[in-house]
Nanobody
Framework: VQLQASGGGLVQTGGSLRLSCTAS????????VGWLRQAPGKEREGVAC????????HYADSVKGRFTISRDNSKNTVYMQMNSLKLEDTAVYYC????????????????WGQGTLVTVSS
C-alpha cells in the first residue's frame, strides 16, 4: 500500500495551495481518502476525505468553505484545494485512507502516507 502526497510549500496568508495524494495497493474506490494534519505541539486533526463509491465527503469545521477535496478515480488520486490560507493552517499534512464512514476526520485510519509540509506566513 502506498499513499504518495505532494504539493506542500510556503505561502502567504490568504494564498492558495493544492495537495495531491496518489494511492496504490488497495481498493481506492471503497475508501474515504484525504488528509489529516499536525501542527507543532498540537494533536493530529482530520481535515477532509472523500469516497467515490457513495459520494461521501467530510470536512473539518475549521476548513469548511476554504478547502475543497476532489478525486480522479482514473488516476487513483485525491486533490485538496486550499484557499484563503491562515497562519493556523500551518502543519504537516498526511494523506490517509479509511474504510470507515468519516474515519479520516476521526483519525481512524487504515493506511497512512508520508507528510507534506504546508507553511503559511504573514
Amino acid at each position: 500500500v502506498q499513499l504518495q502526497a505532494s504539493g506542500g510549500g510556503l505561502v502567504q496568508t490568504g494564498g492558495s495551495l493544492r495537495l495531491s495524494c496518489t494511492a496504490s495497493g488497495f481498493d481506492f474506490d471503497d475508501y474515504c481518502v484525504g488528509w489529516l494534519r499536525q501542527a507543532p505541539g498540537k494533536e493530529r486533526e482530520g481535515v477532509a476525505c472523500i469516497r467515490s463509491v457513495d459520494g461521501e465527503v467530510h470536512y473539518a469545521d475549521s476548513v469548511k468553505g476554504r478547502f475543497t477535496i476532489s478525486r480522479d478515480n482514473s488516476k487513483n488520486t485525491v486533490y485538496m484545494q486550499m484557499n484563503s490560507l491562515k497562519l493556523e493552517d500551518t502543519a504537516v499534512y498526511y494523506c490517509a485512507a479509511s474504510v470507515s464512514y468519516g474515519g479520516v476526520i476521526r483519525a481512524s485510519v487504515n493506511y497512512w502516507g508520508q507528510g507534506t509540509l504546508v507553511t503559511v506566513s504573514s
